[in-house]
């Protein structure tokens, strides 16, 4: 906990180190043509630093680089109690300097002070300890084979990882994946978003400093048809994990197949349902943690609740609860500890939010809640949590992945009916089921076609539970023992005796 106020954080901002050059080998750097671009605030449009801008060539060294340092077995070959030790150090470093790596999140991408202190950098800590501490637990097999043989099944580090991240979670989604890649001993190529890199840079610092080795873990900030297209291209990378949008998600297999079929694994876009059925244990909790699910992160959340479908028979009851319970999400200030809504990542995404908004006045919804560009006089990009009723499943506000605080909701009948509507998309990554029948719960969890599924809760899991999508939510899971399966391969080694 940290009794920081707004004017405490103000004042760190003022004063704050913001580093924003690549790093490789374990140095920052320049790119090497010495271009850089401005990373912009959204909390009130103040310049935070110039940040390296990578390309090609840097992919090149980065890539060259970390393939000899995992060639020669410094980290690829070291004991995994070793490695343990080490990640458990990088974890430890990244608590201590949570404050700092709180403060360039929010400053980065907007999300609320409280948020990326209690929420982004104790997670991203965890992630890492987690797959640390985890390593040296893990044993591999032995086949059953006959009397004169001896079949050992074994994983080995599948060699250079390239990681491509998203900017609603800038440093947890780098930890996701960063957690498993490096405890299995992989050498590390991060490309953060171009929106938001500034703790990806800093956090490889505090990996040396932990005592991973130069060249093990690298980060080259840049846009992604730039260096991102680079890395997903080379010859030489081994594995390419990727979180973000379903449309570049299906850009890097193609990438991967125009190259060397590196193996891709991705997590993509959602359009996740929650479904309220009429028998919920307690409307009130279901309908506060329904405003939740699209005003937590100002909506920017790939398993956001952005369609609630809720029983016709209570929905005249529910629809008043949940625009009750989101007056009590209210943008404000990021750096104030009190905000739950900070600002949304930048003009293009506000816009973008701000369009569909538009698209639901014009498909015909009922706007009962937000729908405005708020703060304006701070410099800031914020929208007010916005709830769309009568909603049918067809518009586009409730088809599309907005990426917003703009939530849809839809009358159903029958559980069959809520079924339909909840797969009625191409995307599969979360869903929820708020009833107090038991078999209704897990027949209906059942038949949802999403990599999560939440009973009367939304957003529940930790590091020991897997997370991904079915169907256009990607491939591949993060967070759990099921994550080190991407970072490894699978070996049979049959011996004659
Ligand atoms: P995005 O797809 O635009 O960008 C993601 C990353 O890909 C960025 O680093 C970007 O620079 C890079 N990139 C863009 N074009 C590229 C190219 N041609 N080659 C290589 N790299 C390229 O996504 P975004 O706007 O940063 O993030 C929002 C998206 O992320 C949403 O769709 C959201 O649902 C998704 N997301 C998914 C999860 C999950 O776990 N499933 C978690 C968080 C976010």
């Given at each position: 906990m940290t009794s920081l106020t707004r004017a405490d954080w103000e004042q760190r901002a003022k004063t704050l180190k913001v580093e924003g050059r690549a790093f490789i080998h374990g140095e920052y750097c320049a790119a090497q043509s010495g271009a850089t671009f401005e990373c912009i605030s959204p909390v009130d449009g103040r310049l935070l630093a110039q940040v390296v801008s990578c390309d090609a060539p840097d992919a090149e060294i980065a890539v060259r680089d970390a393939r000899a340092t995992f060639d020669s077995g410094v980290w690829s070959r070291l004991a995994p109690v070793k490695r343990k030790a080490v990640m458990i150090r990088f974890a430890d470093l990244i608590e201590q300097h949570g404050e700092e790596l709180a403060l360039l999140e929010t400053l980065d991408m907007g999300k609320p002070i409280g948020d990326s202190l209690h929420i982004d950098v104790t997670s991203a800590a965890r992630a890492i300890r987690w797959s640390g501490e985890a390593i040296d637990k893990i044993y591999d097999e032995v086949a059953a084979t006959p009397h004169d043989e001896l079949g050992l099944v074994t994983r080995e580090p599948i060699g250079v990882v390239?990681?491509?991240?998203?900017?609603?979670?800038?440093?947890?989604?780098s930890c996701w994946k960063l957690g498993p890649a490096l405890a299995t001993g992989n050498s590390v190529i991060l490309k953060p978003s171009e929106k938001s890199p500034l703790t990806a840079i800093r956090i490889a610092q505090l990996a040396i400093e932990a005592g991973i080795p130069a060249g093990v873990f690298n980060v080259l900030p840049g846009y992604g048809h730039t260096v991102g297209k680079a890395l997903a291209l080379h010859m030489d990378v081994d594995t390419l994990v990727f979180t973000g949008s379903t449309k570049i998600a299906?850009?890097?297999?193609?990438?991967?197949?125009?190259?060397?079929?590196?193996?891709?694994?991705?997590?993509?876009g959602g359009k996740s349902p929650n479904i309220v059925f009429a028998d919920a244990p307690d409307l009130k909790a279901a309908a506060a943690a329904a405003a939740g699910a699209i005003a937590f992160n100002q909506g920017e959340v790939c398993t956001a609740g952005s369609r609630l479908l809720v029983e016709n028979s209570i929905k005249e009851q529910f629809v008043p609860l949940v625009v009750e319970a989101i007056?009590?999400?209210?943008?404000?200030?990021?750096?104030?500890?009190?905000?739950?809504?900070?600002?949304?990542?930048?003009?293009?995404?506000?816009?973008?939010v701000l369009g569909y908004i538009q698209a639901g006045h014009d498909d015909g919804a009922k706007l009962v809640a937000g729908g405005k560009r708020v703060l304006e006089e701070t410099g800031g990009t914020y929208v007010e949590p916005t709830i769309f009723d009568g909603v049918d499943n067809a518009m586009r506000i409730a088809k599309e992945e907005i990426f917003g605080p703009v939530l849809s909701v839809i009358g159903f009948d029958t559980v069959e009916e809520a079924v339909a509507i909840a797969n009625d998309t191409v995307y599969g990554l979360a869903a929820a089921v708020w009833t107090s029948n038991l078999s209704k719960a897990h027949l209906t969890a059942k038949?949802?076609?999403?990599?999560?599924?939440?009973?009367?809760?939304?957003?529940?899991?930790?590091?020991?539970?897997?997370?991904?999508?079915?169907?256009q939510s990607g491939n591949g899971r993060d967070k759990s023992l099921h994550a080190f399966d991407k970072y490894t391969e699978l070996k049979a080694t049959w011996i004659k005796l």
């Amino acid at each position: 906990m940290t009794s920081l106020t707004r004017a405490d954080w103000e004042q760190r901002a003022k004063t704050l180190k913001v580093e924003g050059r690549a790093f490789i080998h374990g140095e920052y750097c320049a790119a090497q043509s010495g271009a850089t671009f401005e990373c912009i605030s959204p909390v009130d449009g103040r310049l935070l630093a110039q940040v390296v801008s990578c390309d090609a060539p840097d992919a090149e060294i980065a890539v060259r680089d970390a393939r000899a340092t995992f060639d020669s077995g410094v980290w690829s070959r070291l004991a995994p109690v070793k490695r343990k030790a080490v990640m458990i150090r990088f974890a430890d470093l990244i608590e201590q300097h949570g404050e700092e790596l709180a403060l360039l999140e929010t400053l980065d991408m907007g999300k609320p002070i409280g948020d990326s202190l209690h929420i982004d950098v104790t997670s991203a800590a965890r992630a890492i300890r987690w797959s640390g501490e985890a390593i040296d637990k893990i044993y591999d097999e032995v086949a059953a084979t006959p009397h004169d043989e001896l079949g050992l099944v074994t994983r080995e580090p599948i060699g250079v990882v390239a990681a491509i991240v998203p900017w609603n979670f800038p440093l947890l989604m780098s930890c996701w994946k960063l957690g498993p890649a490096l405890a299995t001993g992989n050498s590390v190529i991060l490309k953060p978003s171009e929106k938001s890199p500034l703790t990806a840079i800093r956090i490889a610092q505090l990996a040396i400093e932990a005592g991973i080795p130069a060249g093990v873990f690298n980060v080259l900030p840049g846009y992604g048809h730039t260096v991102g297209k680079a890395l997903a291209l080379h010859m030489d990378v081994d594995t390419l994990v990727f979180t973000g949008s379903t449309k570049i998600a299906k850009q890097l297999m193609v990438y991967a197949g125009e190259s060397n079929m590196k193996r891709v694994w991705l997590e993509a876009g959602g359009k996740s349902p929650n479904i309220v059925f009429a028998d919920a244990p307690d409307l009130k909790a279901a309908a506060a943690a329904a405003a939740g699910a699209i005003a937590f992160n100002q909506g920017e959340v790939c398993t956001a609740g952005s369609r609630l479908l809720v029983e016709n028979s209570i929905k005249e009851q529910f629809v008043p609860l949940v625009v009750e319970a989101i007056k009590s999400w209210k943008p404000g200030n990021p750096l104030d500890p009190a905000t739950n809504v900070g600002a949304l990542v930048d003009t293009t995404q506000m816009n973008n939010v701000l369009g569909y908004i538009q698209a639901g006045h014009d498909d015909g919804a009922k706007l009962v809640a937000g729908g405005k560009r708020v703060l304006e006089e701070t410099g800031g990009t914020y929208v007010e949590p916005t709830i769309f009723d009568g909603v049918d499943n067809a518009m586009r506000i409730a088809k599309e992945e907005i990426f917003g605080p703009v939530l849809s909701v839809i009358g159903f009948d029958t559980v069959e009916e809520a079924v339909a509507i909840a797969n009625d998309t191409v995307y599969g990554l979360a869903a929820a089921v708020w009833t107090s029948n038991l078999s209704k719960a897990h027949l209906t969890a059942k038949a949802l076609r999403a990599g999560s599924v939440w009973v009367n809760q939304y957003d529940g899991g930790d590091m020991t539970a897997p997370f991904g999508g079915f169907k256009q939510s990607g491939n591949g899971r993060d967070k759990s023992l099921h994550a080190f399966d991407k970072y490894t391969e699978l070996k049979a080694t049959w011996i004659k005796l």
